[in-house]
């Protein structure tokens, strides 16, 4: 299993996603998690769907900070044992 982490300060431009898209291309991940997102829900269903990755847990961002979003494929078991705006605790 790999894991992909990136501090991408913002998905709601369509260069990140590019960029995002080419690394996991490359590198072939079976887990991603991404910090600083500033993105909603639904845009980040659009990346799981365009990244094609079967899960995500996302935290929201709070006032100004960013936020963070894991991804992972069917292949790897993850179960969410805790989250907050500052961690997310994976079994």
């Known amino acids: 299993m790999s894991c992909l ?3 991408c300060r913002g998905l709601g431009n369509h260069l990140a996603v590019q960029e995002l898209v080419k690394m996991i291309q490359a590198k ?4 991603v998690f991404l910090a600083e997102i500033l993105a909603d829900e639904a ?3 659009y990346v ?3 990244i094609q990755f ?3 847990f996302f935290a929201p961002r ?8 894991l ?4 292949c790897v078991e993850i179960d969410i044992e805790s989250s907050s705006v500052n961690h ?3 079994i």
Do not use: M, Q, T
């Open 5 to 7: 982490v990136w501090n």
């Open 28 to 31: 072939a991940p079976s887990v």
């Open 43 to 45: 845009r980040l269903d």
């Open 48 to 50: 799981k769907d365009h």
């Open 54 to 56: 079967d899960k995500k």
């Open 62 to 69: 709070v006032n100004n900070g960013g936020g963070f979003v």
């Open 71 to 74: 991804y992972w494929k069917i």
């Open 88 to 90: 997310i605790d994976v």
